[in-house]
């Protein structure tokens, strides 16, 4: 691979039986897509995170009675080999590798949860070593859309979409515990669903999947104690439902379901955001999205109701949509490898 290519994986929803999993190939100039590889065997793999240092890659398998699978990545075959996987209590919809790559975190959106995996040093799922059940204390109205760590520190950031409450946990890694730090209440009917952290500041962007808007968050490096100092709208539309959130060579971009657009957000010197616009998106219900910054500036974003990935590719800072498309069967993440 070489710096006019960059190679994704595609995360689907789908049955056991059918290949959820893309492995594609697409040229930066061109948008032209090869199909190396594809993965079956596992149900409704709707989030995908890479290890940062090893050739491993844990999808969740968003099912009822949910799974989380580790599989090592072959560069020269391009397969998937399935290493190990693990229960997860309830519904998966995202995992995340620890900074120090030695375990891995995990949501449930259904039988709301989060539960944390010890892996070895080659990246291969080991045991499970903390759950969090958030079931019981909130009648099951809990819904956990994501759990991040707060980089520079232990801390782990959890969203509470059905209740509208953002939670802050200490990571004490001697323990193997998640201990409560912080409890953020936002307004009701809110849904914090992901989120993205500023890569020179200790700030935090929400997006809302309830209302359309992003909510912006302080924190000292010390402590990690949220305060929210924006909360500025994505898009006017009435019937939408924020999705993705990303920080991209100094802009905040959302995905909007409903205006199946982009927004795009200038970060200000002090981390706060300017709307600039937003750009329909070639697609139904767009969710996750990645870049290829190599050349243009591509954006590749996945359309879960039109079955399809569009291209854009940045002129004059301007994101205009190229005539490729990429056809895959309800497709929700799509990450760089």
């Not at 301007?318 to 497709?331: A, F």
Request: proline share 4%.
């Amino acid at each position: 691979m070489d710096n006019q290519t960059m190679e994704v994986l595609i995360g689907s929803y789908g049955e056991e039986n059918s290949a959820c999993i893309q492995w594609l190939q697409i040229h930066a100039e061109s948008g032209e897509v090869q199909w190396l590889g594809e993965q079956d065997g596992i149900a409704n793999p709707s989030f995908l995170a890479k290890h940062p240092t090893q050739k491993r890659v844990y999808a969740v398998s968003e099912v009822p009675e949910g799974e989380v699978v580790c599989y090592e990545l072959h560069d020269e075959t391009h397969c998937l080999k399935e290493r190990q996987r693990l229960p997860t209590h309830g519904g998966p919809c995202y995992v995340e590798v620890s900074a120090c790559g030695g375990y891995l975190f995990v949501s449930n959106y259904s039988n709301a949860g989060v539960v944390v995996y010890a892996l070895d040093e080659k990246g291969d799922l080991q045991e499970e070593i903390e759950y969090l059940d958030f079931t019981s204390t909130n009648n099951g109205a809990s819904h956990i859309h994501t759990v991040r760590q707060i980089p520079g520190s232990s801390r782990i950031l959890m969203t509470d979409i059905g209740k509208s409450k953002i939670y802050i946990y200490e990571w004490d890694e001697e323990k193997g515990r998640l201990l409560p730090f912080q409890n953020l209440m936002i307004p009701e009917k809110t849904g914090p669903r992901h989120v993205a952290f500023h890569p020179e500041k200790s700030i935090v962007y929400v997006i809302n999947e309830y209302q359309s808007t992003v909510l912006v968050y302080q924190y000292t490096d010390q402590s990690a104690f949220l305060q929210c100092i924006q909360e500025i709208e994505t898009v006017s539309e009435q019937k939408n439902y924020g999705a993705e959130i990303q920080y991209v060579d100094g802009k905040i971009i959302t995905s909007n379901r409903g205006a199946d657009s982009l927004t795009f957000f200038h970060v200000a010197e002090d981390g706060l955001l300017e709307k600039e616009t937003s750009i329909l998106t070639g697609g139904k219900w767009p969710r996750h999205f990645c870049t290829n910054q190599l050349l243009n500036n591509q954006l590749f974003i996945c359309h879960q109701n039109s079955n399809n990935i569009t291209i854009f590719k940045q002129i004059n800072n301007t994101y205009l949509i190229k005539n490729n498309t990429i056809l895959v069967q309800s497709p929700v993440c799509i990450i760089k490898i």
